[in-house]
């Protein structure tokens, strides 16, 4: 992997510092996306809220449990929670 510009390692560290609330916005941009959406790409959606809320460090349990449900009204008042624990 080349070297990063000092201003390109800027730009990555601040992604890295932002992850968590970047994630989150994605997990509320998410819903919308699935209440859209049918048949495989509602599918792979799904998929990709389960593989937020591991990124999020969500128990696999609970982030199963989410994707189970398949119930799009609840991933905003998840995406809120987690970002209280953010404390942004």
Same mark, same amino acid.
């Given at each position: 992997m @080349?070297?990063?510009t000092p201003?390109?390692?800027k730009i990555v560290g601040r992604y890295y510092d932002?992850?968590?609330?970047?994630k989150i916005q994605k997990l509320s941009e998410?819903?919308? *996306?699935?209440? !859209?959406? *049918?048949g495989k790409k509602q599918d792979? +959606?799904? /998929?990709q809220v389960g593989e937020i809320l591991v990124a !999020? /460090?969500?128990p696999q349990a609970q982030a199963d449990h989410v994707? @189970?449900?398949k119930n799009p009204a609840i !991933?905003?008042?998840?995406?809120?929670? !987690?970002?209280? /624990? +953010?404390g942004k």
């Open positions: @080349a070297d990063l201003n390109q390692q932002n992850f968590e609330a970047i998410l819903a919308t *996306e699935i209440y !859209l959406a *049918e792979r +959606l799904w /998929k !999020l /460090k969500v994707v @189970a449900q !991933l905003p008042g998840i995406a809120q929670e !987690l970002g209280r /624990k +953010l």
